[in-house]
């Protein structure tokens, strides 16, 4: 079965930081680009970050630039998404997603995990 399963998310304070991962299981990680998206309440998928499968190329949302790193570990089957000084408008429930393409638009996706909440408040 393939599949992605995030971990990592939780409640932090302002200037927090938290450290997402995203694992593969059923097929080969690094023969996929992966994409980082987010959504909050009220609010359309956004996307944070990409990454291409060798992980020589990145992308970041302007939002985000500066603040998130988007690594991969294909060794381990791994993606990461290290995010430092988050602030209240980063809460919304993370997903990571698998594709062809390190892009940021949600449509080039084509398998996509569960997700997991991350809630930035004091």
């Known amino acids: 079965q393939l599949q992605l399963v995030e971990s990592g998310g939780g409640l932090v304070q302002p200037g927090g930081s938290l450290r997402l991962s995203c694992a593969a299981s059923g097929f080969t990680l690094g023969d996929h680009a992966i994409g980082w998206f987010r959504q909050a309440p009220g609010k359309e998928r956004e996307g944070v970050s990409c990454?291409?499968?060798?992980?020589?190329?990145?992308d970041y949302a302007d939002s985000v630039k500066g603040r998130f790193t988007i690594s991969r570990d294909n060794a381990k089957n791994t993606v990461y998404l290290q995010m430092n000084s988050l602030k209240p408008e980063d809460t919304g429930v993370y997903v990571c997603?698998?594709?062809?393409?390190?892009?940021?638009?949600?449509?080039?996706?084509?398998?996509w995990g569960q997700g997991t909440q991350v809630t930035v408040s004091s």
């Open positions: 997603a698998a594709g062809p393409r390190w892009v940021l638009r949600p449509y080039e996706y084509g398998l």
């Open positions: 990454i291409s499968s060798s992980g020589g190329g990145t």
